[in-house]
């Protein structure tokens, strides 16, 4: 029989964080193919993997992740779906039980980002 194994991360590097309002991360979401945005304790947000390479795959392997940005509002409650003021519309999947996300959540709240 397989022997699976739940590894998570060692360290998972952040390139950039962007701080928006609600309607200019709807809009930004919308516009993409996957237009689903995820949302943990108060928190809209999408990241965005690094373009994949050989040295990035060896990274992996080594138990680290690159991240090329996280966007992010603050968005008090869940909701299915969000709409902008504009009626732009956006599904919102709720990840509050993921650990990784939960743990990317708190981290974030900490940057001075998360101020401004």
């Known amino acids: 029989m397989t022997e699976f194994v739940h ?7 952040v390139r950039d964080m962007i701080k928006l309002n609600l309607d ?7 516009s993409l193919e996957a237009a689903n945005a995820y949302w943990v304790d ?11 390479s050989e040295e ?6 080594q138990n680290e ?3 090329d940005k ?10 299915k779906t969000v709409k ?8 919102v999947l709720n990840m509050q039980k993921s650990k990784l996300y939960k743990d990317l959540i708190v981290w ?3 940057q001075s980002i998360w101020n401004e």
């Open 7 to 13: 590894k998570p991360y060692d360290r998972i590097y």
């Open 24 to 30: 200019d991360l709807i809009g930004m979401m919308s």
């Open 42 to 52: 108060g928190v809209l947000f999408a990241s965005f993997a690094m373009t994949e």
């Open 56 to 61: 990035l795959a060896k990274k992996e392997m």
């Open 65 to 67: 992740m690159f991240l």
């Open 70 to 79: 996280i966007i992010f509002a603050v968005y008090e409650t869940y909701t």
């Open 84 to 91: 902008s003021s504009t009626n732009l519309e956006i599904g």
């Open 108 to 110: 974030l709240k900490t």
